[in-house]
Each structure stands twice: as structure tokens, then as C-alpha cells.
């Protein structure tokens, strides 16, 4: 399923099935797509949920790439502060905060509502420039109510010792969405990698995470895909496994040990545009095919 950039809700029915958006038809350019900042929606059915006896809804907002974007873009000249949408200014936390509480009272009779981020969450502002010692954007999500988010190749911009402190920060101040890195590893001995191997002992950044809620075990889990890793430079000592690979191993950790009805991947992969400008193939639709067992994909990178 593919954050859109505008809040179109979808609606899919099935069991043990993926469920996709369908791509965009045009692109947006990359200062569109930030101005706009909402989050995109989707209302799934589920039917035979072990447990429930019947068909169960759920929701899912999400996001991805929002790069610092903590405040919205507009002419400046153009803001009124005594009046109320007088201006062109588009974007930013406050207006997607407001979103995601409107779509979440909107959804929540109706079963669980998730809120979810495809990472590339940091960097693209001058805000970006604070990430290690103050990880606004981290404690922003989480204050939205953000559930997990997983790294982009962006978040690797300041060296894993930048990862590292940013979510510590956060995690001190108690603001943070689980960050989900399945196929992102630590397993170098190196200094530069202590930090996230302390986070990762205190369960902040993990492989995969499980929700219950109204009913229905919802399984989570974040990777990074092939290109994307491949443009993260600053990773230093970080290494990557294969993403389709350890998919193949978290859904059978998440159906057979954890026994949860949904598999959600967070995955930075991104999509690739045809030959018709419809952005219907990449890794973030590979991934499912290759891995069936995935009900559900959030995808980033390719800021579609």
C-alpha cells in the first residue's frame, strides 16, 4: 500500500491476502509531495480473524519521506496570523497532526486504527541539522501517535553514532514509535555501533513488533530494500541482509510463534515509474509477491 500524498481512503476485502493501493497516475514533484504532508488512509476488511467470528475492519494512516518537514512551506509574505486559511502555506506537523486526529475519530467506531511511517522521516530541512541532539522528528510522530516507523537511507545521513543518539534522545523523553529494522545489522564490532546496540538490548529498535488491538494481532516488521540501502552512505558499519529474505523470516516468525491475523511490512523500497507514468512496479510490489505472506505493505523512498 502506497502513501499517495493526499488522503484517499481504499477499501480491500479478503483473508491471508496482500492488499495494494493503486499507484498514483501522475507524479508529484518532490516539493509537492512535501508541501502536501497528509497521510494517506486505508480501511481494510477482514474476514475469518482468529477469534472474532466474523469480518472485522480496520484502518491504517501512514506516511513516508516527510524530511524534517516540521513546519509547512509557503510564501511567507502571503501569512496572516490573525485569520485562518488566507494563505498557500501547505504541510507540516501541526496540519498533519490535526489530519491524523480527524481521520482517527472519523475511523475509530469502526475498529482499530493504526498509524504507521515508511522512514525518511529526518533530514531534508534545516531541521534535520538538530536530529542527533534534539530528534524532533521522532518525538513528533510519537506525539501523533505514530506506532513504528523504520529507517530510509536518509536517516543514515549523520553515521550510525547520529542514529544512534537521535533515538536515544527521543527514548529518554519518552517520545518514540517503535523503530522496526529487520534487515538492518549491527552485528560489526565497532564503537560507532554501541549506542544502537544499546537501544536494541532496551527494545526501542527491534525486528518486528506485535499489536493487539479490538481483536485482531496485527504483526509488524521494517526493511530497507536493495536500492535504498545501496544510497545510504552514511551507514558506516551498519550492514543490510537481503529484504526479501528476512520478509521470508519474519512472517514466519510473526504466523507461527507470534500467531498474529495481519502482516504489515514497512519497507523503503520504493516503486519505479513506466513507460506510462503509472507507478506500478518496484521493490515496495515485489516484495509481496515474493513473500505472499505479507497481508499488507507500507512503502517509502520513491516519494509516490
Do not use: W
Not at 537521535?166 to 565497532?190: C, E, H, M, Q
Request: a neutral charge; charged letters at 25%.
Amino acid at each position: 500500500m502506497k502513501t499517495r500524498g493526499r488522503g484517499d481512503e481504499l477499501a480491500a476485502a479478503g483473508s491471508g491476502k496482500q492488499t495494494t493501493a493503486d499507484a498514483p497516475r501522475g507524479a508529484l514533484t518532490r516539493r509537492e509531495f512535501l508541501a502536501i504532508s497528509t497521510a494517506a488512509g486505508a480501511t481494510i476488511f477482514l474476514t475469518g480473524c482468529a477469534g472474532t467470528g466474523g469480518k472485522q475492519t480496520f484502518t491504517i494512516l501512514h506516511t513516508n519521506d516527510i524530511h524534517s518537514n516540521l513546519i509547512g512551506m509557503g510564501p511567507s509574505s502571503d501569512y496572516t496570523a490573525g485569520a485562518l486559511n488566507n494563505d498557500k502555506t501547505r504541510g507540516g506537523f501541526a496540519r498533519l497532526a490535526t489530519l491524523i486526529r480527524q481521520r482517527k475519530a472519523a475511523r475509530k467506531d469502526l475498529g482499530p486504527v493504526l498509524y504507521l511511517d515508511a522512514g525518511d522521516y529526518s533530514m531534508g530541512t534545516a531541521f534535520g541539522s538538530a536530529n542527533r541532539e534534539a530528534a524532533g522528528e521522532l518525538q513528533l510522530l510519537s506525539l501523533m501517535g505514530c506506532e513504528a516507523t523504520t529507517f530510509g537511507n536518509h536517516e543514515f545521513d549523520l553515521g550510525p553514532e547520529g542514529i544512534g543518539q537521535s533515538i536515544g534522545v527521543a527514548a529518554k523523553a519518552g517520545r518514540v514509535p517503535a523503530v522496526l529494522v529487520s534487515n538492518t545489522l549491527f552485528a560489526k564490532d565497532d564503537p560507532t555501533l554501541a549506542d544502537l546496540k544499546r537501544l536494541e538490548k532496551d527494545g526501542v529498535v527491534r525486528r518486528y513488533l506485535v499489536i493487539e488491538r479490538g481483536g485482531i494481532r496485527f504483526g509488524l516488521f521494517g526493511v530497507i530494500g536493495k536500492e535504498a540501502s545501496f544510497c545510504a552512505v552514511g551507514a558506516g558499519a551498519i550492514t543490510f541482509s537481503d529484504p526479501i529474505e528476512t520478509a521470508r523470516e519474519m512472517v514466519k516468525i510473526l504466523r507461527e510463534t507470534e500467531k498474529v491475523d495481519v502482516i504489515i511490512a514497512l519497507s523503503h523500497g520504493g516503486m519505479v515509474k513506466g513507460a506510462d507514468g503509472r507507478y506500478i512496479d518496484g521493490e515496495d510490489v515485489q516484495l509481496p509477491k515474493a513473500v505472499p505472506g505479507i497481508d499488507v505493505v507500507i512503502g517509502g523512498h520513491s516519494h509516490t
